[in-house]
């Protein structure tokens, strides 16, 4: 077999980023607010303060990212600086934004707008977030407001990244204000309501898009893990897939693509959610080493909706050695390569993620192909940001991933 992989023409080939954990001083946001309040779990503790300032240096992340040779670049907008009180809508913030769009255009970068990424205005975390009466209609009335900043040049818009596990954090939410124990056994379950609510949040955006311009191709991005059954879980494992999976997924039949995210994949036995197996090869953030994932994740959501064509929206690795992450990400576009010459339609790939971030509560798992400088903010292109963005450009891409399973022990 090969071991290189041709883009198709029009294939999307960039990396990904989220407002929050580049931009620095979300101030406003429902995330901040967790970072200060102290409830987060200690070893989630690390504030997010100026993260990458990406506000400001955005221009040089552009740069970089076009003369790496990428074509593409997926980044979110930011609610809490678009409406920073309710009905009270920035007009720096949409002009903000959209300079971004018209920078990755000058740049050779097609944008990917993503409009939710994890965060949320404090405000509307406050009055009881995607749990409230009119949380639908709130997200409807922001999405209306930001259509300057995607009415022309832009052709794909995320709506919501990762609404499966913004439904996990919504358990986790109800649970912490609750004062309940969180370390309870098996896995997180989503919330029943923030679940459907997120569902009518997307379609109401989707029409809102619509609405605007009809030649956006609009869809949402679900994290798609793969359940790897132990010891007879096949009943709870297929459970919970149909609740923190499928339901999202089988959501997108009508959008134009979805967007798949796989990192690992995940053990299930009869009582849900096992740690990973002692000995397995685990990356900073203590996921299983496990490049597969990838293909695995496209073809069950292939096989979920077939009709949809796919965009790979995140893929990626938390690691300091750099080798490694040319392996893993070698080894995921390995599988992606197999899944399409199976016949599976798919659209683009994006890294995750550009830059070293801020993690949700720690810089440690570093997941960037550009290391960043927690100090100076001075980028420094790692061997994998050339090695995968030279790609954009040739159109083409030598993958390394002869021996990657002889890591792993299951
Ligand atoms: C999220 C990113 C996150 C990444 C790695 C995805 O769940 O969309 O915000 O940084 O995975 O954990």
Not at 58 to 76: I, N, Q, V
Not at 193 to 206: D, K, S
Not at 284 to 298: H, R, V
């Amino acid at each position: 077999m090969s071991t290189s992989f041709q883009l198709p023409d029009g294939f999307l080939w960039g990396a990904s980023t989220a407002a929050h954990q580049i931009e620095g001083m979300n101030v406003n946001s429902d995330f901040w607010a967790y970072e200060h309040s102290g409830l987060l779990p200690e070893r989630f503790r690390e504030t997010s303060g100026d993260a990458c300032d990406s506000y400001h240096r955005w221009r040089e992340d552009m740069d970089l990212l076009a003369e790496l040779g990428f074509t593409d670049y997926r980044f979110s907008i930011e609610w809490a600086r678009i409406e920073p009180a309710p009905g009270e809508f920035s007009n720096a913030a949409i002009a903000h934004y959209r300079r971004m769009v018209e920078g990755a255009i000058e740049r050779g970068l097609r944008p990917m707008l993503t409009l939710h990424h994890f965060t949320c205005p404090r405000w509307f975390d406050e009055q009881g977030g995607w749990d409230s009466e009119d949380a639908v209609d709130l997200f409807g009335r922001f999405v209306d407001a930001a259509a300057p900043i995607f009415a022309t040049n832009v052709k794909h818009i995320c709506t919501i990244n990762e609404p499966n596990m913004v439904a996990r954090f919504a358990t986790l939410r109800k649970a912490v204000l609750a004062d309940n124990d969180l370390q309870q056994s098996g896995s997180l379950e989503p919330d029943g309501a923030t679940t459907g609510a997120l569902i009518r949040a997307h379609q109401r955006a989707v029409q809102v898009i619509r609405g605007v311009t009809p030649h956006i191709q609009v869809g949402w991005s679900v994290a798609i893990p793969n359940y790897f059954v132990v010891d007879g879980g096949e009943a709870r494992a297929a459970e919970i897939a149909s609740r923190s999976r499928d339901v999202f997924v089988l959501a997108s039949e009508g959008d134009d693509w979805i967007g798949v995210q796989a990192y690992t994949r995940v053990f299930v036995g009869p009582d849900g959610e096992l740690p990973v197996p002692e000995g397995a090869p685990k990356t900073l953030t203590g996921w299983e080493y496990y490049p597969p994932a990838l293909g695995e994740s496209i073809r069950s959501v292939a096989q979920l909706v077939p009709g949809t064509p796919i965009i790979v929206t995140e893929n990626g690795i938390a690691e300091s050695d750099d080798t490694r992450r040319i392996a893993y990400t070698s080894g995921a576009l390995e599988g992606m390569r197999d899944a399409a010459a199976d016949g599976i339609d798919i659209r683009g790939y994006y890294h995750w993620s550009a830059l070293d971030n801020y993690e949700w509560g720690s810089f440690v798992p570093t997941f960037g192909l550009i290391a960043v400088d927690r100090k100076t903010f001075v980028r420094t292109p790692k061997p994998s940001a050339a090695w995968l963005g030279a790609a954009g450009q040739s159109r083409s891409i030598e993958l390394i991933s002869d021996d990657l399973m002889s890591e792993s022990v299951v």
